[in-house]
C-alpha cells in the first residue's frame, strides 16, 4: 500500500502533467490562429491595392476629361480679335516696400515719420539747472512719460495720462522749448547707464536715462533734428531781407505790344 505523502505526490504530478498538456494544446492554437491571419491578410491588402488603384485610374480620367471640357470651352469663348495675346504686364511693388526687414536706423526713422515727428517713452529725469545762475528747486530722479512734438518736450505722469488727460502735466510743468537747445551722450556721467544730456538755450540742463542705447541714440537724434530745422529756418527768415525770396522773373512781351515799323 502506498502512503498518503505518495498519492499525494502522484496526484501532484498528475495535475502538473495535465496543466503542461493543456499548455501545450493553446500554444498549438494560438499557432493555427497566427497562420490563419497570416493567409489572410494579403488577400485583403490585394484587394485594397486593386480597389485604391482603381479609383485613382476613375479620378485621373475624370480630372483629364474636365480639363478637356475646360479648355474647349476657353476656346470657345475666346474672341477672334488679333489683339487678343496682348496682355499688360502687372507692375511688381518696389523691393522696399515688398520686403519688410529694416535696419535700425530707418525703424528709428520710420518711427518718427509716422508719428509726426513724434516721440513718447518712459524715461527717468532729472532736473539740474533751471537756468546759467539757478540750480533745479527738486533734483531728485523721476520716471515720467516724456514726449517730444515738434519743438517742445512735454513731461507727463504716464502714457496713460498723456493719452487721456494731455492738459495734465507732470507738475503742471510747462513745456520746454528745444530752440537754441542741444542733446549729447552724458559720457561724463558715470553713476547711471545710458543717460543723454539736454541743454537748454536758457542754460536750462536735464538728464534723461533710457532703456538701451538705441533708445539714446533715438532721442539724441530727434531732439537734434527738431531744434536745428527751426534753427535754420528762423536763421534764414532774419538774414534774407524782405521780398529777396522772389527770384526776378523776365517780364513776358504780349504780342500786341510790339512797336510797329
Not at 111 to 116: A, G, K, P, R
Not at 124 to 136: I, P, Q
Not at 157 to 186: C, H, M, N, W
Amino acid at each position: 500500500r502506498l502512503t498518503t505523502f505518495e498519492l499525494k505526490d502522484m496526484k501532484r504530478r498528475q495535475d502538473e502533467e495535465q496543466m503542461r498538456q493543456q499548455d501545450i494544446i493553446e500554444k498549438q492554437k494560438q499557432e493555427q490562429e497566427r497562420g490563419r491571419h497570416s493567409q489572410d491578410q494579403p488577400d485583403t491588402k490585394s484587394d485594397t491595392s486593386s480597389i485604391k488603384e482603381s479609383t485613382m485610374a476613375s479620378r485621373r480620367s475624370s480630372t483629364a476629361s474636365e480639363k478637356k471640357a475646360g479648355s474647349r470651352g476657353k476656346s470657345m469663348t475666346r474672341s477672334k480679335s488679333p489683339f487678343r495675346s496682348f496682355r499688360f504686364k502687372k507692375s511688381k511693388p518696389p523691393p522696399e516696400a515688398s520686403s519688410g526687414n529694416y535696419s535700425d536706423d530707418e525703424e528709428n526713422l520710420r518711427e518718427l515719420e509716422s508719428t509726426d515727428e513724434d516721440l513718447e517713452a518712459m524715461l527717468v529725469r532729472k532736473h539740474e539747472w533751471e537756468s546759467t545762475t539757478k540750480k533745479a528747486s527738486n533734483r531728485s530722479w523721476d520716471r515720467i512719460c516724456v514726449v517730444l512734438k515738434g519743438t517742445q518736450i512735454l513731461f507727463y505722469k504716464d502714457q496713460k495720462t498723456y493719452r487721456t488727460r494731455p492738459e495734465e502735466t507732470f507738475r503742471s510743468e510747462l513745456p520746454v522749448d528745444l530752440i537754441g537747445g542741444t542733446a549729447e551722450v552724458a559720457a561724463d556721467y558715470t553713476k547711471k547707464k545710458n543717460v543723454f544730456r539736454l541743454r537748454l538755450a536758457n542754460g536750462g540742463d536735464y538728464l534723461f536715462q533710457a532703456n538701451d542705447d538705441d533708445q539714446v541714440n533715438l532721442w539724441v537724434t530727434g531732439i537734434n533734428q527738431q531744434a536745428q530745422i527751426h534753427e535754420e529756418a528762423s536763421g534764414k527768415s532774419q538774414t534774407l531781407p524782405p521780398g529777396s525770396e522772389k527770384k526776378d522773373e523776365p517780364k513776358k512781351r504780349s504780342f500786341f505790344t510790339l512797336k510797329k515799323k
